[in-house]
């Protein structure tokens, strides 16, 4: 039996502009977020703390914070990858914080400049700290299905990982297929996997991205299993500089158009998230690759 209701975690500030290369203006950035959150988007992750050399798009992270409402109803997460990043988010004043591990030795040495091992012990602090000053925390793993350097992903490897940073203190691990090469049974696989190892689908949350157009049939497979968490972006913008071949997340309106015809309750007004996804593909100049949106926009 499918759930009556799920969260869908917006992502297209962070994941999906990231990868820009032209920097949009902060004044963009802040009306996305804002028209996301007025089209009932339950919670939007707002930008990153991380080097702005490394991700020069979300440089602004301070400024655009100073921008949000960071105690209205709707949570405002931040990406935080180290100490460094967790006193420049507290500083801002937020309240929600992501850490984001990789489940492979390549992709942590190339998003993270750390050793697979040694980003546990960059994550560590940064969870203790974020909890003592009251924060929520969410944890990603990278590369849960497939690795452009490494290929295909153990399992156990992929449940080690997160099952690690989840111990450091996190109340949901979000499952990362980062470039988008999983198919429905690895899903279902993999959830599995976690189940047996006594982490439930209520600490799960799906991460899918869109690169061979398995994300939709993928957050199926998830929903069948019991997930009722999904990370989307508007659009279906994104991907990640640090991850060849990666492409846009799971778009947000393909997820809704699913979720409608199934009758499960997910709170966000299509039509107006339509609009924003056009306004924003016009602001970046480019078309949304979202089939929805561009069924309806
Ligand atoms: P590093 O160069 O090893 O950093 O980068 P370091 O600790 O050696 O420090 C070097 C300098 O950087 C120091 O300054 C630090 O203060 C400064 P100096 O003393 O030389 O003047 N520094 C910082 N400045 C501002 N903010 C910070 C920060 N940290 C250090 N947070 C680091 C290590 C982790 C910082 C770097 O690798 C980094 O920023 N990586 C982030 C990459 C990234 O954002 N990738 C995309 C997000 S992940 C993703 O998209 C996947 C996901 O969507 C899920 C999925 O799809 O699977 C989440
Ligand atoms: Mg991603």
Redesign the pocket.
Known sequence: ELPKQVTIYE?GP??GL??ESVIVPLEVKAEFIDRLVAAGLPIVEAT????????PQ?ADAAELVARLQLDGPVPLPV????????D?ALEAGCTHI?I?G?ATETFAQK????TLDDQFA?FGPVVVRAREAGLDVRA?????FGDPWEGDVPIDQVVTAGKRLLDLGASQL??????GVGTAAQVGALIDAFGESGVGVQSLAM?F?DTYGQALANAYAALCHGITTF?ASAGGL??????ES?TG?LATEDLVWMLNGLGIEHGVDLEALVATSVWMGQQLGKEPASAVVRALG
């Not at 998003?111 to 750390?114: A, F, K």
Request: proline share 6%; aromatic share 10%.
């Open positions: 992502v962070r994941d990231q990868n990153s703390f991380v080097h702005p050399k490394w991700v979300l990406l935080v990858p180290n100490e460094r990043g967790l420049r992501a984001f990789s998003n993270l400049n750390s960059m990603y793993v990278s590369m849960c979000s499952l990362g297929d980062t470039i991460h991205h990370d994104g991907g990640c500089p640090y991850a990666a997340n």
